[in-house]
């Protein structure tokens, strides 16, 4: 990059354009408040066109540019259609995900599908997508959201640990692939977050207070708590940060201990 007068600059995201899948709500959303403060025109996606442009208007608020699409990553077409319909793609950010919490030995096909679909399937599908895209240009940052489960698991999360798992050995062969032609791509592993996802933990009082006394920061982290690593891939800062895992969990992962949350 050369020499750099002002080291400020590398979080400077003008003039890129971002599209944040799941900015609907949660992590994404901030994300997508977080990427446009930066100086990004963010297109945020989501099923529902009217939610994913709920939190364009309050980037837009702000003095910001954004716009909204309707997209279910689940859909290949629709995947292919929306990516490849961008005037200008520089920074990718895709965090959809579902859990299903039982025993491998209780979850049903149908369920075993519904996450393989959506959290693995459908990631591959954007990921293929975005890739071509960023490597015809020579450019671009890939930025997917994986878990902590990818590397630790507990009982009823098999599933949902294995596409997170998945997902991360996705991100690192795609960053082996597409390194030579100038993109990057990354995972960020979140820790216990207060998200949708998370409501039926935060309503079992004593499962929550578990999970906050798991990390080394004895709490649940909020969404607005991962946009700091976001922009950090996102930008030039992270110029030469590819195939990583970027934990963002509290100290979960290195501090010992389990809990069995019931089933």
């Given amino acids: 990059m050369g020499d ?6 590398l979080f400077d995201l003008g003039g890129r354009r971002a599209l944040v899948i ?9 994300t997508s408040l977080g990427l446009a403060d930066h100086g990004a025109f963010v297109t945020v996606a989501d099923l529902s066109h009217a939610a994913a442009d709920a939190t364009a208007a309050r980037i837009r608020e702000r003095g910001r540019r954004a716009d909204a699409v ?3 990553i689940t859909d290949e077409a629709a ?8 005037d200008a793609l520089d920074v990718l950010v895709c965090s959809p995900a579902v859990n299903v919490r039982k025993p491998l030995l209780s979850l049903s096909t149908s369920e075993f599908d519904r996450v393989i679909d959506l959290n693995l399937r459908g990631s591959f599908f954007v990921m293929r997508a975005a890739g071509r895209r960023m490597a015809a240009q020579g ?10 489960r990818a590397q630790v698991v507990e009982p009823g999360q098999g599933v949902y640990a294995a596409t997170k798992a998945g997902t991360l050995q996705l991100i690192r062969a795609l960053a082996a692939e597409l390194g030579p032609l100038g993109v990057r791509a990354n995972a960020i592993a979140p820790g216990v977050v207060e998200t949708p996802l998370t409501a039926p933990i935060k309503a079992d009082p004593d499962w929550y207070r578990a999970y906050a006394e798991r990390s080394a920061l004895g709490r ?15 930008s030039d800062a992270a110029s030469f940060v590819t195939g990583s895992l970027l934990l963002v969990d509290g100290g979960w992962t290195a501090v010992d201990g389990r809990f069995a949350p019931p089933l």
Avoid: H, K, M, N
């Avoid at 450019?139 to 902590?148: E, K, L, T």
């Fill in 79 to 86: 995947v292919e259609r929306v990516i490849g319909g961008l």
């Fill in 22 to 30: 799941g900015g609907a709500s949660g992590i994404g959303a901030e």
């Fill in 4 to 9: 750099i007068e002002d080291y400020r600059t």
């Fill in 220 to 234: 649940w982290a909020q969404p607005s708590e991962l946009v700091g690593a976001v922009v950090f891939l996102a």
């Fill in 139 to 148: 450019s671009g940052s890939i930025v997917f959201f994986s878990s902590i």
């Fill in 70 to 72: 309707a997209l279910d």
